[in-house]
């Protein structure tokens, strides 16, 4: 079954602090997978995909096959930072994703 | 700005009522998502649509309806509202041509309560 999943519900951590979103899959096949963020009072919108490698905001995510990981991590948390993140699966060769139960990161001045 | 909007933005209803929640986008997307996010469940996927003759359901399509009257327009309804069905209902939208992107633009959202 595809399946992604982020344990924590929220995380609250203080201003310059790590920070490190977990997000697991269960996926037959070369996974791809993507961080999208809400900020408050506005849209939920894509952050990266695993595919480009990229740094967005601080943030990086390494997808690793062996521990069906994809964990978000940002080595100084800034106050911004503060909103809801969803780690979602695309799944098979359609545009569909399946979404994690999202982590609210809360980041305390 | 290419968008996608959503109507109504708030609705309160009561149980039993037919309700239809609308989606517009001026993105010229092909593929259309309706989905609803409930506290600690994260966002489930009710229908989805790829193109006008194409509907599909989603993980929990049950007591949803949806509509693509054109490409791009998707409205969803609840035949017959319960109050299990209160929960924030998004839209979504992404491009065929950019599948591989993985990218979907999302609405602001609906805010339905059945009471």
């Known amino acids: 079954a595809q399946r992604v999943t982020q344990p924590e519900k929220l995380l609250s951590v203080f201003k310059g602090a790590p920070v490190e979103l977990k997000c697991n899959y269960s996926?037959?096949?070369?996974?791809?997978l993507f961080w999208y963020v809400q900020y408050s009072r506005q849209r939920l919108q894509l952050l990266l995909r695993h595919i480009s490698r990229e740094s967005i905001k601080g943030f990086t995510a390494d997808l690793n096959k062996g521990e069906t990981s994809f964990h978000l991590k940002k080595p100084f948390a800034q106050e911004e930072d503060s909103a809801m993140y969803y780690c979602?699966?695309?799944?098979?060769?359609?545009?569909?994703?399946?979404f994690g139960q999202g982590t609210t990161l809360q980041v305390k001045p | 700005d290419a968008d996608v909007t959503q109507t109504p933005r708030n609705r309160i209803t009561k149980t039993g009522k037919r309700i239809m929640l609308e989606c517009s986008q001026t993105k010229g997307h092909d593929r259309m998502y309706w989905y609803r996010q409930d506290p600690g469940l994260g966002l489930r996927l009710i229908y989805y649509?790829?193109?006008?003759?194409?509907?599909n359901k989603g993980e929990i399509s049950d007591g949803y309806s949806v509509s693509r009257q054109a490409q791009a327009k998707f409205s969803l309804s609840l035949e017959s509202a319960i109050p299990n069905q209160t929960a924030l209902y998004f839209c979504a939208t992404s491009d065929s041509r950019l599948a591989g992107s993985g990218e979907q633009f999302f609405g602001p959202g609906t805010r339905l309560t059945v009471l």
């Open positions: 996926y037959s096949g070369s996974p791809e």
């Open positions: 979602a699966l695309r799944s098979g060769n359609t545009g569909k994703l399946i």
């Open positions: 649509s790829f193109d006008v003759k194409d509907i």
